[in-house]
């Protein structure tokens, strides 16, 4: 069958056509006659009675934001560390080609520092070396600046961050919204999650503060970011959630919540809120090629920020529970080779040694279901489940091996950074 192309030229001359038969039923009918239109009298049409209002943000905005704060954090490098990261990056020796030389003994609040920085930064500069002259004695340690965002979780001081945002501080500054500052000190962090505690000793203050949300939101609701992105301060945007619990190659335990709302530099650590004004995530990455918004960001949901938080404010360090395998998905492939007829579960790719599951018996190529009863649906919940059980704890490991199911017990180790 031929699809027939229609021209404008063809087009018209269908119209005149079509109008020329309506005219002569007009004329050939008796009495007035009426051109009929298309009729829906038998359908009834998919609508809403009432259309759909869009939400405005604006009292979730003004109730929360005072407890949304800017975290600014400097780092001080003494000069022979700064040389070293210098030379490294860019291949120089002492008094040739690529060498930093000559930044001035200026403050960081002077006009020109910036300049001096950058300058500095690629591979110019007019200091003692380049001329001949000797040495320049050594000087103070060398300050870095950044900055981020956080929030109060509760009337005495508390504030929650990004552990990226203060790692390796030196001095960190708390400022609210109304531009108060205060100096705050780092209880804990946990580099896993990519979160952080900080503490004000403001004993005269009661800072206003927001809750974490007690239950996980549903992809498609709204939420609203507040934060501090390229240091502007107080910035709102808003957006929906994307999805749930995202795999970003971050860590063992990622369960990102990916947002649409923008956000951008500075915005580490801040919270996105709920339409009830509940912290849903904490904002800690972006997926850009170019480095700005492209509408696709991560944050720490709320009942992992939770956890942390509680065990960070509890003993300074979050512990962790540790079995000591490598592990990898049930892959299809796998499966079928097994004899299973689904992927669910967490495939021991080899036990570590004198690690507990080595201790318990675990061998490569076992296939653990079960924690205690509670099925494991793949790799990484098992590494949040054990992670979540305290060290010294026994446990019992439901495990097909060779195609037999049978039971472990196993007494659950502390996780070490080494």
Do not use: C
């Not at 910035?235 to 990916?258: C, H, K, M, N």
């Amino acid at each position: 069958m031929q699809i027939r192309t229609i021209t404008r030229k063809s087009l018209r001359r269908t119209t005149a056509i079509a109008g020329a038969v309506a005219l002569g039923a007009l004329v050939a009918g008796s009495g007035i006659g009426i051109v009929g239109t298309y009729s829906q009298a038998d359908a009834e049409p998919l609508r809403l009675e009432q259309p759909v209002q869009m939400p405005s943000f604006a009292d979730v905005v003004e109730r929360v934001s005072p407890a949304v704060v800017s975290v600014r954090v400097t780092i001080e490098r003494d000069e022979a560390e700064r040389s070293e990261t210098q030379r490294g990056r860019r291949g120089g020796q002492p008094g040739g080609p690529g060498q930093q030389f000559g930044m001035p003994d200026i403050e960081p609040d002077h006009p020109l520092y910036e300049f001096f920085r950058r300058f500095e930064e690629f591979g110019f500069g007019f200091g003692p070396g380049q001329r001949g002259e000797e040495p320049a004695p050594q000087r103070p340690p060398r300050r870095a600046a950044s900055q981020g965002s956080g929030f109060f979780i509760s009337e005495d001081g508390y504030v929650v961050t990004n552990h990226h945002v203060v790692r390796n501080a030196t001095t960190v500054e708390v400022s609210l919204g109304d531009g108060e500052t205060f100096e705050a000190e780092v209880v804990g962090n946990d580099p896993r999650t990519d979160l952080a505690l900080l503490k004000i000793d403001a004993p005269d203050h009661e800072f206003p503060y927001v809750a974490l949300a007690d239950d996980r939101s549903r992809i498609g609701d709204w939420v609203v970011a507040i934060g501090n992105p390229f240091g502007l301060g107080g910035t709102v945007t808003a957006g929906i959630i994307s999805a749930e619990a995202r795999d970003i190659g971050a860590g063992p335990y990622d369960e990102f919540l990916q947002i649409d709302a923008p956000i951008n530099r500075g915005n580490s650590g801040g919270p996105t809120f709920n339409l009830s004004g509940e912290v849903v995530g904490v904002n800690t990455a972006i997926f850009s090629p170019s480095g700005g918004n492209v509408g696709i960001a991560f944050a720490i949901p709320a009942h992992v920020t939770s956890n942390v938080v509680a065990a960070l404010m509890e003993q300074g360090e979050v512990i962790r529970g540790y079995l000591g395998v490598q592990i990898q998905p049930v892959s299809e492939d796998i499966a079928e080779a097994m004899g299973r007829d689904n992927t669910r579960g967490a495939l021991v790719a080899q036990p570590q040694p004198d690690s507990p599951a080595a201790d318990a018996g675990l061998e490569s190529g076992d296939i653990i279901l079960s924690v205690d009863g509670e099925s494991i649906a793949d790799h990484r919940a098992l590494s949040r489940r054990i992670a979540d059980i305290p060290p010294g704890t026994t446990i019992l490991l439901e495990v097909v091996r060779r195609g037999e199911v049978q039971e472990i017990s196993v007494e659950i180790g502390r996780l070490t950074d080494a």
